[in-house]
């Protein structure tokens, strides 16, 4: 499956409520989403279509265990 990548603006006030869903997904999926991660959620509800698990984008965190990646040095 072919990726494309999107990028998009976001008001202040749009990606303060994206953290926010963040944690609180973070406590279904064990891990704290990427900002990516909520937005494909948030397409793929409003679209109504679902990712298969095997067409799911690999550079993903859900479902992976974080501690053994780098942290930013922002």
Same mark, same amino acid.
Request: aromatic fraction near 2%; charge should be positive; avoid cysteine.
């Given at each position: 499956? /072919?990726?494309?990548?999107?990028? %998009?603006? +976001?008001?202040?006030?749009? &990606? &303060?409520?994206? *953290?926010? $869903? #963040? %944690?609180?997904? =973070?406590?279904?999926?064990?891990?704290i989403p !990427? #900002? /990516?991660? +909520?937005? #494909?959620?948030?397409? &793929?509800?409003?679209l109504?279509?679902? +990712? $298969?698990?095997? *067409? =799911?984008?690999?550079? !993903?965190?859900?479902?992976? =265990? %974080? /501690?053994?990646?780098?942290? /930013? =040095? *922002?």
């Amino acid at each position: 499956m /072919s990726r494309n990548q999107l990028n %998009i603006r +976001v008001s202040d006030e749009l &990606e &303060e409520l994206i *953290d926010k $869903k #963040r %944690i609180e997904l =973070a406590s279904t999926l064990k891990v704290i989403p !990427t #900002r /990516s991660d +909520v937005v #494909r959620f948030a397409l &793929e509800s409003y679209l109504g279509v679902s +990712v $298969k698990q095997t *067409d =799911a984008d690999r550079r !993903t965190t859900v479902g992976k =265990a %974080i /501690s053994g990646r780098k942290k /930013s =040095a *922002d």
